[in-house]
């Protein structure tokens, strides 16, 4: 891997990739987008997976931020559609977060309007720290429940989750650095909601085409409501290469 701007360099190690994705060092809630795309702007693959567009080169940068993040946002469909598995630590991070005054390990934020989630998966019987799940507060009570068991579940408004409460929450619980890893859906509403601060996107050298069998349209990397002045402008921060694979680092302003 080498980096292409802001300025050419050799081939970067582990440690540089950290480097290159370094958080900001205060107490304010910081959300970054974690996605990866084929050069025609699909977000999966035929199989409805982000893995089958990925690289190794996207899953060091993919490891290097989450493990560097307080915590995982995602949304209950990328965990069942994915199979999110626990946290495990990175011994090459550790020293990285320990200065950081972080935990081993990020924890998991899982946003879901049903409450449908497979309570004995090893995402919730192995992991470090118990997932949070944020909730509408009418849940089923048998739902609630289950989840109650494994998880630490946060709930707000009746029938929805509202995401800047979100964010606060885990704000609250000095879980600064925030990692969405989506879907499009979630991702898309953090994006209308003004909460978004920086997007690393992953463009693999594969090209989509107009739609997969059995799906009526390819998801992009937002999806649901409109930006509320879109086009948006961000900022180019850096441009790593690998193989072919850009990985691009953009900060909205």
Not at 77 to 82: N, Y
Request: with cysteine; hydrophobic share 40%; aromatic share 4%.
């Amino acid at each position: 891997m080498q980096t292409l701007i802001p300025h050419r360099s050799g081939l970067m190690s582990p440690a540089g990739v950290a480097d290159a994705y370094a958080w900001p060092d205060d107490d304010q809630p910081f959300v970054r987008a974690l996605m990866v795309a084929t050069a025609d702007g699909a977000a999966r693959s035929p199989k409805g997976l982000s893995g089958g567009i990925s690289s190794a080169g996207d899953r060091l940068v993919f490891g290097t931020v989450r493990g560097l993040s307080d915590v995982i946002l995602v949304g209950a469909q990328t965990v069942r559609s994915e199979q999110y598995g626990p946290q495990r630590e990175r011994p090459e991070l550790a020293a990285r977060r320990e200065q950081a005054g972080q935990a081993p390990t990020p924890r998991i934020a899982i946003v879901t309007r049903s409450g449908e989630l497979d309570v004995d998966a090893p995402l919730f019987t192995e992991s470090q720290q118990a997932p949070l799940i944020f909730a509408p507060r009418n849940l089923p009570e048998a739902v609630r429940a289950r989840l109650d068991e494994v998880a630490e579940v946060v709930t707000f408004a009746d029938d929805t989750v509202p995401l800047p409460s979100v964010v606060e929450h885990l704000s609250r619980l000095q879980l600064h650095r925030i990692v969405c890893e989506g879907g499009p859906s979630l991702l898309g509403e953090i994006a209308s909601c003004g909460l978004l601060n920086e997007v690393c996107l992953t463009v693999t050298p594969l090209l989509a085409g107009g739609s997969y069998p059995g799906q009526a349209t390819i998801p992009r990397i937002l999806a649901g409501p409109a930006l509320p002045e879109a086009p948006q402008d961000v900022e180019l921060v850096h441009i790593l290469e690998d193989g072919g694979t850009l990985f691009l680092r953009y900060a909205l302003r």
